[in-house]
């Protein structure tokens, strides 16, 4: 079994900072790109950004220059620095990742976190 651990989301007023964390646990063989998606009631789920097992990243338009996603691959765990949070930042946080287990390695599998709300006060 796999499962992805978030922490880090909570409440905070506009111009603020929230630090997301996600750690990959279980029969983890390797992990490709891992990432966050966000997702608000009635919206679809958007690429908030997204990170290589090297190191490329790749942002939502709408963060960048904002938020800041980085990883440590030998605990397999990514994080996003959220900072000058809007009001409009305010959603679901989902952790993704692509993932090889025990079972599928070479082949990667996608998993979710089950996700962490932030919410920006104006």
């Known amino acids: 079994q796999v499962q992805l651990v978030e922490s880090g989301g909570g409440l905070v007023q506009a111009g603020g900072s929230l630090t997301l964390a996600c750690t990959a646990s279980g029969r983890v063989v390797s992990v490709n790109d891992m990432g966050w998606y966000r997702q608000a009631p009635g919206n679809q789920r958007d690429l908030v950004a997204v990170?290589?097992?090297?190191?490329?990243?790749n942002y939502g338009l709408y963060v960048k220059g904002r938020f800041t996603i980085s990883r440590d691959n030998a605990k397999n765990t990514v994080s996003l620095q959220m900072n000058s949070l809007k009001p409009e930042d305010t959603s679901t946080y989902y952790c993704h990742a692509q993932i090889a287990d025990r079972k599928t390695w070479p082949a990667a599998s996608d998993y979710w976190g089950q996700g962490t709300q932030v919410t920006v006060s104006s």
């Open positions: 990170i290589s097992s090297s190191g490329m990243t």
